[in-house]
Protein backbone atom coordinates (compact mmCIF):
# COMPACT_ATOMS: atom_id res chain seq x y z
CA UNK A 1 0.00 0.00 0.00
CA UNK A 2 0.93 2.98 -1.00
CA UNK A 3 1.73 5.59 2.21
CA UNK A 4 3.05 9.11 2.10
CA UNK A 5 3.49 11.09 5.26
CA UNK A 6 4.26 14.51 5.69
CA UNK A 7 5.26 16.49 8.22
CA UNK A 8 6.99 19.94 9.38
CA UNK A 9 4.42 22.02 9.13
CA UNK A 10 3.86 24.73 12.15
CA UNK A 11 2.91 28.51 13.01
CA UNK A 12 5.59 30.31 11.34
CA UNK A 13 5.57 34.25 11.09
CA UNK A 14 5.71 36.73 7.88
CA UNK A 15 9.34 36.45 6.83
CA UNK A 16 10.07 33.62 8.78
CA UNK A 17 10.93 29.73 6.93
CA UNK A 18 9.95 26.23 7.21
CA UNK A 19 11.05 22.93 6.35
CA UNK A 20 8.71 20.27 5.24
CA UNK A 21 9.17 16.32 4.73
CA UNK A 22 7.42 13.36 3.56
CA UNK A 23 8.53 10.30 3.66
CA UNK A 24 7.41 7.24 1.26
CA UNK A 25 6.90 3.71 1.53
CA UNK A 26 5.10 1.02 -0.27
CA UNK A 27 6.71 1.75 -3.65
CA UNK A 28 9.96 2.22 -4.98
CA UNK A 29 10.05 5.42 -4.51
CA UNK A 30 13.52 6.41 -6.69
CA UNK A 31 11.06 5.06 -9.40
CA UNK A 32 8.51 8.34 -9.04
CA UNK A 33 8.52 11.85 -9.62
CA UNK A 34 6.81 13.73 -6.41
CA UNK A 35 5.01 17.00 -5.98
CA UNK A 36 3.72 19.54 -3.82
CA UNK A 37 0.50 20.73 -4.08
CA UNK A 38 -1.17 23.52 -1.57
CA UNK A 39 -4.59 23.98 -0.56
CA UNK A 40 -5.07 27.62 1.24
CA UNK A 41 -7.84 27.76 3.94
CA UNK A 42 -11.57 27.10 1.90
CA UNK A 43 -10.40 26.98 -1.27
CA UNK A 44 -8.85 24.73 -4.39
CA UNK A 45 -5.84 23.01 -4.71
CA UNK A 46 -2.67 24.79 -6.57
CA UNK A 47 0.40 22.84 -7.89
CA UNK A 48 3.74 24.22 -5.75
CA UNK A 49 6.56 22.14 -7.05
CA UNK A 50 7.85 18.75 -8.75
CA UNK A 51 11.20 16.77 -8.51
CA UNK A 52 11.88 14.42 -11.08
CA UNK A 53 13.21 10.48 -10.26
CA UNK A 54 16.42 11.47 -10.36
CA UNK A 55 16.51 14.62 -8.75
CA UNK A 56 18.07 16.34 -11.83
CA UNK A 57 15.10 18.46 -12.96
CA UNK A 58 12.69 20.51 -10.66
CA UNK A 59 9.73 23.01 -11.33
CA UNK A 60 7.83 25.80 -9.48
CA UNK A 61 5.23 27.81 -9.94
CA UNK A 62 5.95 31.40 -10.39
CA UNK A 63 4.18 32.55 -6.93
CA UNK A 64 6.81 30.84 -4.90
CA UNK A 65 9.75 30.51 -7.39
CA UNK A 66 12.71 31.85 -5.61
CA UNK A 67 11.47 31.10 -2.41
CA UNK A 68 10.45 27.47 -1.74
CA UNK A 69 13.18 24.73 -2.80
CA UNK A 70 12.21 20.89 -3.67
CA UNK A 71 14.52 18.31 -2.67
CA UNK A 72 14.54 14.49 -2.64
CA UNK A 73 16.67 11.94 -0.37
CA UNK A 74 15.89 8.40 -2.73
CA UNK A 75 17.86 6.43 -0.15
CA UNK A 76 15.48 7.40 2.60
CA UNK A 77 12.29 8.00 -0.02
CA UNK A 78 11.99 11.30 1.36
CA UNK A 79 10.98 14.46 -0.49
CA UNK A 80 11.22 17.98 1.25
CA UNK A 81 10.49 21.37 0.54
CA UNK A 82 12.57 24.33 2.13
CA UNK A 83 10.00 27.44 2.35
CA UNK A 84 11.69 30.85 2.96
CA UNK A 85 10.88 34.46 2.87
CA UNK A 86 7.04 32.80 3.76
CA UNK A 87 4.20 34.98 3.21
CA UNK A 88 0.48 35.33 4.52
CA UNK A 89 -1.06 33.80 1.62
CA UNK A 90 1.53 31.03 1.79
CA UNK A 91 -0.56 29.63 4.51
CA UNK A 92 -2.15 26.44 3.33
CA UNK A 93 -2.56 22.67 3.90
CA UNK A 94 0.52 21.16 1.89
CA UNK A 95 0.57 17.74 0.45
CA UNK A 96 2.93 15.78 -1.12
CA UNK A 97 1.71 13.57 -3.83
CA UNK A 98 3.51 10.12 -6.20
CA UNK A 99 3.20 11.94 -9.80
CA UNK A 100 2.63 9.95 -12.97
CA UNK A 101 2.90 11.02 -16.55
CA UNK A 102 5.61 11.50 -18.85
CA UNK A 103 6.61 15.58 -19.09
CA UNK A 104 3.75 17.01 -17.59
CA UNK A 105 2.26 14.98 -14.22
CA UNK A 106 -1.17 14.15 -12.79
CA UNK A 107 -1.05 13.01 -8.64
CA UNK A 108 -2.23 9.00 -8.13
CA UNK A 109 -1.54 9.03 -4.24
CA UNK A 110 -1.27 11.85 -1.54
CA UNK A 111 -0.63 12.70 1.86
CA UNK A 112 -2.77 13.71 4.24
CA UNK A 113 -0.90 17.20 4.50
CA UNK A 114 1.10 19.06 6.96
CA UNK A 115 -0.69 22.47 8.07
CA UNK A 116 1.37 25.50 7.04
CA UNK A 117 0.32 29.10 9.06
CA UNK A 118 2.01 31.80 8.63
CA UNK A 119 1.01 34.45 10.96
CA UNK A 120 2.26 37.06 13.30
CA UNK B 1 -0.93 29.56 -18.88
CA UNK B 2 -3.90 27.11 -19.59
CA UNK B 3 -7.24 28.08 -17.35
CA UNK B 4 -9.35 25.78 -16.39
CA UNK B 5 -13.11 26.38 -15.67
CA UNK B 6 -15.48 23.87 -13.68
CA UNK B 7 -19.26 24.19 -13.76
CA UNK B 8 -21.70 24.21 -11.90
CA UNK B 9 -19.50 25.35 -8.53
CA UNK B 10 -22.33 23.25 -7.09
CA UNK B 11 -24.41 20.77 -7.50
CA UNK B 12 -27.49 19.19 -5.84
CA UNK B 13 -28.67 15.65 -6.51
CA UNK B 14 -30.22 12.48 -4.77
CA UNK B 15 -28.96 9.43 -3.99
CA UNK B 16 -29.37 7.00 -6.56
CA UNK B 17 -29.32 9.44 -9.92
CA UNK B 18 -26.90 9.86 -12.72
CA UNK B 19 -25.12 13.22 -12.63
CA UNK B 20 -22.26 15.22 -14.81
CA UNK B 21 -20.14 17.45 -13.67
CA UNK B 22 -18.22 19.88 -16.80
CA UNK B 23 -14.68 21.20 -17.33
CA UNK B 24 -13.04 23.54 -19.95
CA UNK B 25 -10.06 23.89 -20.93
CA UNK B 26 -9.14 27.52 -22.07
CA UNK B 27 -7.03 25.79 -24.71
CA UNK B 28 -6.85 22.69 -26.06
CA UNK B 29 -5.57 19.79 -24.07
CA UNK B 30 -5.62 16.73 -25.93
CA UNK B 31 -6.35 14.31 -23.42
CA UNK B 32 -4.47 15.08 -20.73
CA UNK B 33 -6.81 15.76 -18.03
CA UNK B 34 -7.33 14.08 -14.74
CA UNK B 35 -10.10 14.42 -12.00
CA UNK B 36 -10.05 14.12 -8.18
CA UNK B 37 -12.45 13.62 -5.40
CA UNK B 38 -12.38 15.31 -2.36
CA UNK B 39 -13.96 14.44 0.92
CA UNK B 40 -13.79 16.85 4.03
CA UNK B 41 -10.60 16.78 6.28
CA UNK B 42 -9.51 14.21 3.78
CA UNK B 43 -6.54 14.29 0.66
CA UNK B 44 -7.96 14.31 -2.87
CA UNK B 45 -8.33 11.06 -4.38
CA UNK B 46 -7.57 10.72 -8.15
CA UNK B 47 -10.64 9.05 -9.94
CA UNK B 48 -9.45 9.77 -13.96
CA UNK B 49 -6.77 10.32 -15.81
CA UNK B 50 -6.44 10.71 -19.28
CA UNK B 51 -9.91 12.16 -19.60
CA UNK B 52 -10.87 8.16 -19.41
CA UNK B 53 -9.02 5.97 -17.54
CA UNK B 54 -10.18 5.04 -14.52
CA UNK B 55 -7.23 5.34 -11.55
CA UNK B 56 -6.85 1.88 -9.40
CA UNK B 57 -9.86 1.24 -7.11
CA UNK B 58 -12.25 3.56 -8.49
CA UNK B 59 -15.65 1.98 -9.15
CA UNK B 60 -17.31 1.51 -12.55
CA UNK B 61 -19.67 4.01 -11.81
CA UNK B 62 -17.51 6.96 -12.23
CA UNK B 63 -16.63 7.61 -16.03
CA UNK B 64 -14.58 10.56 -17.52
CA UNK B 65 -15.39 11.60 -21.11
CA UNK B 66 -13.91 14.44 -23.28
CA UNK B 67 -10.88 15.84 -25.15
CA UNK B 68 -9.72 18.98 -26.35
CA UNK B 69 -11.16 21.75 -24.35
CA UNK B 70 -14.59 20.05 -22.82
CA UNK B 71 -14.56 17.29 -20.72
CA UNK B 72 -17.47 15.46 -18.18
CA UNK B 73 -17.40 13.07 -15.45
CA UNK B 74 -20.00 11.32 -14.97
CA UNK B 75 -21.27 9.69 -11.95
CA UNK B 76 -24.02 6.70 -12.36
CA UNK B 77 -26.24 5.74 -9.01
CA UNK B 78 -24.60 7.94 -6.94
CA UNK B 79 -23.95 7.01 -3.71
CA UNK B 80 -23.62 8.62 -0.26
CA UNK B 81 -20.11 8.38 0.03
CA UNK B 82 -19.52 10.05 -3.41
CA UNK B 83 -20.71 13.31 -2.35
CA UNK B 84 -17.57 15.42 -2.00
CA UNK B 85 -15.94 18.08 -4.15
CA UNK B 86 -14.29 17.39 -7.05
CA UNK B 87 -11.75 18.89 -9.16
CA UNK B 88 -10.06 18.16 -12.60
CA UNK B 89 -6.57 19.33 -13.70
CA UNK B 90 -4.72 19.82 -17.12
CA UNK B 91 -1.31 18.17 -17.22
CA UNK B 92 -0.42 19.37 -21.23
CA UNK B 93 1.98 21.84 -20.35
CA UNK B 94 3.71 23.45 -17.16
CA UNK B 95 2.05 25.44 -14.90
CA UNK B 96 -0.40 22.24 -14.73
CA UNK B 97 -3.52 23.78 -12.83
CA UNK B 98 -6.79 22.81 -11.33
CA UNK B 99 -10.23 24.08 -11.72
CA UNK B 100 -11.98 25.47 -8.92
CA UNK B 101 -14.42 22.78 -8.26
CA UNK B 102 -17.89 21.01 -8.15
CA UNK B 103 -19.26 20.74 -5.01
CA UNK B 104 -21.46 17.72 -4.95
CA UNK B 105 -24.21 17.74 -2.56
CA UNK B 106 -27.12 15.86 -1.48
CA UNK B 107 -30.62 16.92 -2.88
Known amino acids: EVQLLESGGGLVQPGGSLRLSCTASGFTFSNYAMTWVRQAPGKGLEWVSVIIATASSTNYADSVKGRFTISRDNSQSKVSLQMNDLRAEDTAVYYCARTRGSVVYYFDSWGQGTLVTVSS | EIVMTQSPATLSVSPGERTTLSCRAS??????LAWYQQKPGQAPRLLIY???ARATGVPARFSGSGFGTEFTLTINSLQAEDFAIYYCQHYNNWPVHFGQGTKLEIK
Open chain 2, 27 to 32: QSISSN
Open chain 2, 50 to 52: SAS
